[in-house]
């Protein structure tokens, strides 16, 4: 296995038990923050158990969302939590997962590179683990932190936790730090939080060879000294060693403040013996951000018309980018989930009327996708604020195809693959192929706006670069007529030969894009096109309640 750099690189690897979904990703990704706050450089990557080769494939009700890199990786979700935390852009090996590690040892096998040996998981499997951990050392990285996917004792994880005992050895044991995030439950029949889940986890982790540095206890209330006390002396690590992770009141960017509270951050460099490299802790722009969040008055309510709402980590990107964007304005963006397959009959029952504004995220398939063309119609027609995102300008398309422009069969070749008038269609007519990503484009992107237009107005510049991940795009063959009915393509690829921004001149705001703008929004920089949304939406809100006195002749003057 490849050496650090130097031996300067050190490595944090969180891992977790008694429970998925404790945290760790946001854990790790907020001792990050506090690693940066404290000058040193940080990097981030995700272990993931699961045997497909990544998650781009994965049904986003079994997966959540698929977080795109700036180099067209699609990756788990975490994968979001650590940019936006750390404010720095991963790569397609921040992910790796066990299908990745297995498809790259067998094509090793393959080319005869292991010599004719058994291939086994020690050490063939471990060693690739292994590499791939390595390979995000450079010599302008401090820290590289991996967050281990799955809870100890899941039998897919048994070669990550090998591989990363292993690791210790290999590079130094000052060089490494174990983190491990466990459950300690509150029982109200007893009025106890019990430290026994936490007592089995360490103990199943211990078996498999690591000793754990850090405990970190996820609860929804504070440990008290007593619990630390027991949980050190129980899972043989100093008091100091064990952290309440208490569940973030407001905001998840609460989190660095909550675990530098408790010492976490000073403890991690003590282990990692970085002391003499770090800086004073600067958490001031942290501590201001937070401040936005809780002093937040204004309300606006924003529609995410979606084809996955029953599980909003589907949109989670999509999330963070609005409240980043109610963050810079003062204002609490309140979400209102619509399903998509629901909005023609809200519509006839005029329940949307309430929303300051919409977003069309993407998606792929048919189900859906005569509901979300309708709520682009009504926000065309009704002045409302809509921000289309990949397909959610597709449908916009659409919808202006059909009822501005006249062609009433106006669809794309995805969802009816017969249709007249494609105004959607694959990009360069290519065919679809076995390999799903094979017409794919993914990844960052550059876009020429149009002097003047909305967007070039949002970004204040006219070469802008975004991530994108889809295979149809808006066929050039119908933009002179949609340009000619008064839709303006505002953005295009430097060839012109690709729409990436649509606007609606005269709405208040109407946009577009092909591209995936959520993934590239800070929680301390709000995206431009999340924020002038936001914008639009709030100068919606000021004047809402007159209109809906007037549409509903129920409501009294002394309601």
Same mark, same amino acid.
């Given at each position: 296995?490849?050496?650090?750099?130097?031996?300067?690189t050190?490595?944090?690897?969180?891992?977790?038990?008694?429970?998925?979904?404790?945290?760790?990703?946001?854990?790790?990704?907020?001792?990050?923050?506090?690693?940066?706050?404290?000058?040193?450089? +940080?990097?981030?990557c995700? =272990?993931?158990?699961?045997?497909?080769?990544?998650?781009?494939?994965?049904?986003?009700?079994?997966?959540?969302?698929?977080?795109?890199?700036?180099?067209?990786?699609?990756?788990?979700?975490?994968?979001? /939590?650590?940019?936006?935390?750390?404010?720095e852009?991963?790569?397609?090996? &921040?992910?790796?997962t066990?299908?990745?590690?297995?498809?790259?040892? @067998?094509a090793?096998?393959?080319?005869?590179?292991?010599?004719?040996?058994?291939?086994?998981?020690?050490? /063939?499997?471990?060693?690739?683990?292994?590499?791939?951990?390595?390979?995000?050392?450079?010599?302008?990285?401090?820290?590289?932190?991996?967050?281990?996917?799955?809870?100890?004792?899941?039998?897919?994880? *048994?070669?990550?936790?090998?591989?990363?005992?292993?690791?210790r050895?290999? %590079?130094?044991?000052?060089?490494?730090?174990?983190?491990?995030?466990?459950?300690?439950?509150?029982?109200?029949p007893?009025?106890?939080?019990?430290?026994?889940?936490?007592?089995?986890?360490?103990?199943e982790?211990?078996?498999?060879? @690591?000793?754990?540095? %850090?405990?970190?206890?996820?609860?929804?209330?504070?440990?008290?000294?007593?619990?630390?006390?027991?949980i050190?002396?129980?899972?043989?690590?100093?008091i100091?060693a064990?952290?309440?992770?208490?569940?973030?009141?407001?905001?998840?960017?609460?989190?660095p403040?909550?675990?530098?509270?408790?010492?976490?951050?000073d403890?991690?460099?003590? +282990?990692?013996?970085?002391?003499?490299?770090?800086?004073?802790?600067?958490?001031?722009?942290?501590?201001?951000? +937070?401040?936005? *969040?809780?002093?937040?008055?204004?309300?606006?309510?924003?529609?995410?018309?979606?084809?996955?709402?029953?599980?909003?980590?589907?949109?989670? &990107?999509?999330?963070?980018?609005?409240?980043?964007?109610?963050?810079?304005?003062?204002?609490?963006?309140?979400?209102?989930w *619509?399903?998509?397959?629901?909005?023609?009959?809200?519509l006839?029952?005029?329940?949307?009327?309430?929303?300051?504004?919409?977003?069309?995220?993407?998606?792929?398939?048919?189900?859906?996708?005569?509901?979300?063309?309708?709520?682009?119609?009504?926000? $065309?027609?009704?002045?409302?604020?809509? =921000?289309?995102?990949?397909?959610?300008?597709?449908?916009?398309?659409?919808?202006?195809?059909?009822n501005?422009?006249? @062609?009433?069969r106006?669809?794309?070749?995805?969802?009816?693959h017969?249709?007249?008038?494609?105004?959607?269609?694959?990009?360069?007519?290519?065919?679809?192929?076995?390999?799903?990503?094979?017409?794919?484009?993914?990844?960052?992107?550059?876009?020429?706006?149009?002097? #003047?237009?909305?967007?070039?107005?949002?970004?204040?510049?006219?070469?802008?670069?975004?991530?994108?991940?889809? $295979?149809?795009?808006?066929?050039?063959?119908? $933009?002179?007529?949609?340009?000619?009915?008064?839709?303006?393509? &505002?953005?295009?690829?430097?060839?012109?030969?690709?729409v990436?921004?649509?606007e609606?001149?005269? /709405?208040?705001f109407?946009?577009?894009?092909?591209?995936?703008?959520?993934?590239?929004?800070?929680p301390?920089?709000? /995206?431009p096109?999340?924020?002038?949304?936001?914008?639009?939406?709030?100068?919606?809100?000021?004047?809402?309640?007159? $209109?809906?006195?007037?549409?509903? #002749?129920? =409501?009294?003057?002394?309601?």
């Amino acid at each position: 296995m490849r050496q650090a750099a130097g031996g300067r690189t050190k490595y944090v690897f969180v891992t977790g038990g008694v429970s998925s979904s404790l945290g760790k990703g946001l854990t790790a990704s907020a001792l990050g923050r506090l690693l940066k706050c404290r000058g040193l450089s +940080v990097t981030m990557c995700k =272990l993931d158990p699961y045997i497909n080769v990544d998650p781009g494939t994965m049904n986003p009700f079994e997966h959540g969302e698929v977080f795109v890199t700036e180099d067209g990786g699609e990756t788990d979700l975490d994968l979001g /939590h650590y940019e936006r935390f750390i404010d720095e852009n991963l790569h397609r090996d &921040s992910n790796a997962t066990t299908g990745s590690i297995y498809s790259a040892v @067998i094509a090793k096998e393959r080319r005869g590179d292991y010599l004719g040996k058994t291939v086994q998981v020690i050490p /063939h499997v471990t060693d690739e683990i292994k590499e791939r951990v390595a390979r995000l050392a450079r010599d302008d990285i401090d820290v590289v932190i991996v967050e281990v996917g799955g809870t100890v004792g899941d039998i897919e994880i *048994v070669p990550f936790i090998e591989a990363i005992r292993q690791f210790r050895r290999d %590079v130094g044991r000052d060089n490494v730090c174990y983190v491990h995030l466990t459950l300690v439950p509150y029982l109200a029949p007893s009025g106890e939080q019990k430290t026994k889940p936490t007592q089995h986890s360490v103990t199943e982790l211990r078996s498999r060879g @690591i000793q754990p540095d %850090v405990i970190v206890c996820r609860s929804d209330q504070p440990i008290s000294d007593g619990l630390k006390r027991k949980i050190s002396l129980l899972c043989d690590v100093p008091i100091e060693a064990v952290i309440s992770a208490v569940d973030a009141s407001k905001s998840i960017y609460e989190i660095p403040l909550v675990l530098h509270d408790e010492g976490m951050d000073d403890f991690v460099c003590k +282990v990692l013996r970085l002391e003499g490299r770090t800086t004073e802790v600067d958490l001031a722009g942290w501590e201001t951000l +937070v401040s936005k *969040v809780e002093e937040a008055s204004d309300k606006v309510q924003i529609g995410i018309i979606g084809k996955y709402v029953n599980l909003p980590d589907a949109y989670l &990107s999509v999330v963070e980018a609005l409240r980043h964007a109610g963050y810079y304005h003062g204002a609490q963006v309140d979400l209102e989930w *619509v399903q998509a397959e629901e909005v023609i009959g809200m519509l006839a029952g005029n329940h949307l009327r309430n929303l300051d504004g919409i977003v069309i995220p993407g998606g792929f398939g048919e189900r859906g996708i005569e509901g979300m063309i309708a709520a682009a119609g009504y926000a $065309r027609e009704h002045d409302v604020p809509c =921000l289309g995102l990949c397909l959610g300008l597709q449908v916009m398309v659409i919808d202006y195809s059909r009822n501005v422009v006249g @062609i009433e069969r106006a669809n794309s070749r995805e969802f009816e693959h017969s249709t007249p008038d494609p105004v959607i269609d694959l990009m360069d007519d290519q065919a679809e192929v076995a390999d799903m990503g094979g017409t794919m484009r993914l990844g960052s992107y550059v876009a020429c706006l149009k002097a #003047g237009s909305q967007v070039a107005q949002a970004y204040g510049e006219q070469v802008v670069s975004e991530r994108h991940r889809h $295979r149809y795009e808006v066929n050039i063959r119908y $933009r002179r007529r949609l340009e000619d009915a008064g839709l303006s393509c &505002s953005g295009t690829s430097p060839d012109d030969r690709l729409v990436e921004f649509i606007e609606l001149p005269g /709405h208040p705001f109407w946009i577009g894009t092909q591209a995936h703008p959520e993934f590239k929004s800070r929680p301390d920089r709000p /995206h431009p096109l999340f924020r002038e949304l936001v914008r639009a939406s709030m100068a919606r809100a000021e004047g809402r309640l007159p $209109r809906l006195l007037a549409l509903d #002749g129920s =409501l009294g003057a002394g309601d």
